[in-house]
């Protein structure tokens, strides 16, 4: 196979500047990753250790095989609004008794684990991703269940995760709940619905309705270890498999679930002793560009990601704004779609759409890498078609059958992110770099349109047109979009998985590309209509 060459000058003034920019924003990352960790904050952190029980980050990394990585998903959820970054939930990949599973655990610390629309948002989009790829799921439990404030968004739409967990069990992926706290009203329904349950004695609170509850609607004068005790679930309703004498108890009886599960990945292995990239990751910080109208070619992201910097590419030649061609990464085979000039024109779509055909007929997983505009604009590309070869990237798109992962290097622009799979097309995961931006369309040009749609329409009506306002509206909605397609605006709202350090790449597609084998890889044969 062909191996990639490098043109970067790493003294160059250009690869200074790029990494520079990229260090400021993994500063800012690192910042908010650190208020994430902090949940509820020292105070509560304190109370919390205070009662002897262990943070949810204590408990995930007692619970994952020793130094095995943890692939930490939507950890700036709910970002900039009124909840606490990483939205009360800590949820990611990990491996348990060599088992890689999907981890869902409750912060306690943050409103006492409440669960607000954010929090829901994470919770459903764990157990998408667990029932997608066949992962099992652990579910570390202790939470004050609804936030209640917000329970008009919240209440009806909670009610899926107890329909994914019991459809996770019907599809014979194992669910286990590990109860250190309390699981009240519909939190009980997370060990009620779970094959497996383990409560924490005098810790675990499972009822459907707490003492004070129970007062208002029957009278009763309950004792809350009476109404939901380990000792009494696991003696008299039966609902605790296991009884956990404290939370390294649970944890180690939660490894030992996973280890009798007989659990067998239905993908294959990947292939043995895979070669690193010939070039340092490192790197990739000083290609980035700072500007991001300024492209930079993705082959040189590649020669920094793929098994012993090989790729073979695939119509190098032709719609050359987008390279596409055949690597392995991690000793698992791939098809990559990186975009190199930002626009995809008609030729870009066609290329792919063929592409991503051939990578079904031999059942290859694909990776986006997007950088991308959208598609082109103008008489000539309309009358040349660009719809319906937009259409046709999409299609394929769509109905692709092999496992999607995405990431967005740069730039996701307009129906550019729909074709590069983005998250309305189900790549199995989905990742931005730190820099990246989401949007529409970029905020100047957004900014624009409504600007000249303003001038048209006042023209029209035969009305005068205040330059001065719309000088104003068109900074005020610039800054706005500028805003909203800031990469933490879109990871705080789910709609990518999470923000990754790019020079961690090669490591997250190779655990992302490790979890989705866990289910079998098989691509579509037959595909709606193109429209030719
Ligand atoms: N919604 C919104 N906020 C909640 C909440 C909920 N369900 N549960 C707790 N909080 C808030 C508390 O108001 C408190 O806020 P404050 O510190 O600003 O005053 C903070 O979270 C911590 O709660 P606290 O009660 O001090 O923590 P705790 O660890 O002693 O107890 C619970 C935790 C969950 C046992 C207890 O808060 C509780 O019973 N909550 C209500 C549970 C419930 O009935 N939920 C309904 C589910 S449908």
């Known amino acids: 196979m062909a191996v990639l060459r490098t043109a970067v000058d790493v003294r160059g003034e250009t690869y200074r500047a790029n990494r520079a920019a990229q260090l400021a924003v993994l500063d800012q990352l690192n910042e ?30 007692l619970l994952l095989d020793r130094d095995s990585p943890f692939l930490e998903l939507s950890s700036l959820a709910a970002w900039g609004t009124e909840f606490t970054v990483g939205a009360s939930i800590v949820s990611g990949i990990g491996v348990v008794s060599g088992v890689e599973c999907v981890v869902i655990g409750h912060d306690p610390t943050v409103r006492g684990g409440a669960m607000n629309p954010y929090s829901l948002r994470k919770t459903l ?13 652990i579910n570390l439990v202790e939470s004050g269940g609804a936030d209640l404030p917000t329970q008009a968004d919240l209440f009806v739409p909670a009610g899926r995760i107890f329909h994914e967990l019991t459809e996770l069990s019907a599809m014979a992926i194992p669910t286990v709940a590990l109860v250190f706290g309390n699981s009240t009203a519909g939190g009980a329904y997370v060990p009620g619905m779970c094959d497996y349950a383990v409560l924490v004695d005098t810790q675990a609170k499972v009822f459907l309705g707490g003492p004070p509850l129970v007062r208002m609607a029957t009278g009763e004068d309950a004792d809350d270890e009476a109404l939901g005790g380990a000792r009494m679930h696991s003696r008299v309703s039966g609902l605790s498999d296991h009884f956990a004498v404290d939370e390294c108890d649970a944890i180690r009886i939660g490894r030992e679930i996973i280890s009798r599960i007989n659990w067998r990945k239905l993908g294959r292995p990947p292939a043995p002793n895979p070669e690193p990239p010939r070039y340092d990751p490192d790197e990739i910080l000083g290609i980035i560009s700072s500007d991001v109208k300024v492209p930079f070619d993705p082959r040189e992201i590649l020669a920094r990601v793929v098994d012993g910097s090989e790729f073979d590419e695939y119509k190098s030649l032709y719609g050359s704004s987008l390279v596409t061609g055949w690597a392995s990464v991690h000793g698992h085979p791939v098809g990559i779609l990186a975009n190199h000039r ?3 024109f008609s030729e870009e779509a066609k290329k792919a759409s063929e592409f991503i055909l051939l990578a079904n007929q031999t059942d290859t997983p694909l990776v986006f890498l997007q950088n991308t505009t959208g598609y082109m604009v103008g008489t000539s590309y309309e009358q040349g078609g660009i719809i319906k070869d937009g259409a046709k990237m999409i299609n394929a798109v769509t109905n692709s059958a092999v496992p999607h992962l995405t990431i967005n290097m740069a730039s996701s622009f307009g129906a550019g992110n729909y074709g590069m799979s983005g998250r309305a097309y189900d790549p199995r995961l989905m990742f931005s770099w730190p820099g990246a931006k989401l949007a529409v369309m970029g905020a100047a040009q957004l900014a624009g349109v409504l600007s000249i749609v303003g001038r048209a329409s006042a023209a029209s009506q035969g009305r005068p047109f205040d330059e001065e306002a719309d000088a104003k509206r068109t900074a005020a909605i610039e800054a706005q979009i500028e805003a909203e397609s800031h990469a933490f605006f879109v990871t705080a709202r789910l709609y990518d998985d999470g923000i990754i350090d790019p020079r961690d790449t090669r490591e997250v597609l190779g655990m992302s590309l490790s979890a989705v084998h866990s289910n079998t890889i098989t691509g579509r044969r037959g595909f709606g209509v193109f429209r030719m």
């Open 125 to 137: 989009r764990a157990l998408e991703i667990a029932r997608v790829n066949r992962l099992p799921v």
């Open 32 to 61: 908010q990753l650190e208020l994430a960790i902090a949940g509820g904050g020292e105070r509560y952190q304190r109370r919390h250790r205070d009662r002897g029980r262990l943070l949810v980050r204590e408990r995930i990394e």
């Open 342 to 344: 930002g626009v995809l």
